[in-house]
T-cell receptor, first 119, second 107 residues
Framework: QVQLVESGGGVAQPGRSLRLSCAAS????????MHWVRQAPGKGLEWVAV????????YYADSVRGRFTISRDNSKNTVYLQMNSLRPEDTAVYYCAKPTAKVSGFDNWGQGTLITVSS | DIQMTQSPSTLSASVGDRVTITCRAS??????LAWYQQKQGKAPKLLIYDASTLESGVPSRFTGSGSGTEFTLTISSLQPDDFATYYCQQYIGYLWTFGQGTKVEIK
């Protein structure tokens, strides 16, 4: 079955960087765009970024554009989120998510990894 | 960017009640809308996509409707397992956005 396993979470000081990874299995990773979604403590879901199946196209939410970079390695079935210039408001659980075959929402999510940005 | 607005933010209901949650888009998204259920500490679960198509394995008491800018999620007879937070999400274009969520609480 489909599995998405995030890693790389932890505590970072404001202005520092972290890189998240999401290892995928159980489906043909290389034909799916992949997304990151985050959820601040006690808050709602916020879509963060998407990368196309081949890595050629990337789109970001306004709140992270210019600071975060999404990338992927199809040989490793892994998608990444490089987070630079971290801010306290980036504190959240970060989920990677796989869209449905028809790109109609997300049918599979990782368990999430917590990022805390604090001095 | 397309903004999604859900109402109400919180809903108190009893087991067996019919519950309706509304989601409005800031511009037309035709039927490019999904609904999710999220329980505390868990990842969201897809319930409905394309505004009205039930995801496999989701109970038939969940119904989605609407098109354009106004959508609804209805739970025909609320069950104990349904107390959770529900989110709508639009997926037209490349910048997907979620509503702010509706928490369904026990009355």
């Amino acid at each position: 079955q489909v599995q998405l396993v995030e890693s790389g979470g932890g505590v970072a000081q404001p202005g520092r960087s972290l890189r998240l990874s999401c290892a995928a299995s159980g489906f043909t990773f290389s034909i799916y765009g992949m997304h990151w979604v985050r959820q601040a403590p006690g808050k709602g879901l916020e879509w963060v970024a998407v990368i196309s199946y081949d890595g050629a196209n990337k789109y970001y939410a306004d709140s992270v554009r210019g600071r975060f970079t999404i990338s992927r390695d199809n040989s490793k079935n892994t998608v990444y989120l490089q987070m630079n210039s971290l801010r306290p408001e980036d504190t959240a659980v970060y989920y990677c998510a796989k869209p449905t075959a028809k790109v109609s929402g997300f049918d599979n999510w990782g368990q999430g990894t917590l990022i805390t940005v604090s001095s | 960017d397309i903004q999604m607005t859900q109402s109400p933010s919180t809903l108190s209901a009893s087991v067996g009640d019919r519950v309706t949650i509304t989601c409005r888009a800031s511009q037309s998204i035709t039927t490019w809308l999904a609904w999710y259920q999220q329980k505390q500490g868990k990842a969201p679960k897809l319930l409905i996509y394309d505004a009205s198509t039930l995801e496999s394995g989701v109970p038939s008491r969940f119904t989605g409707s609407g098109s354009g800018t106004e959508f609804t999620l209805t739970i025909s007879s609320l069950q104990p397992d349904d107390f959770a937070t529900y989110y709508c999400q639009q997926y037209i274009g490349y910048l997907w956005t979620f509503g702010q969520g509706t928490k369904v609480e026990i009355k």
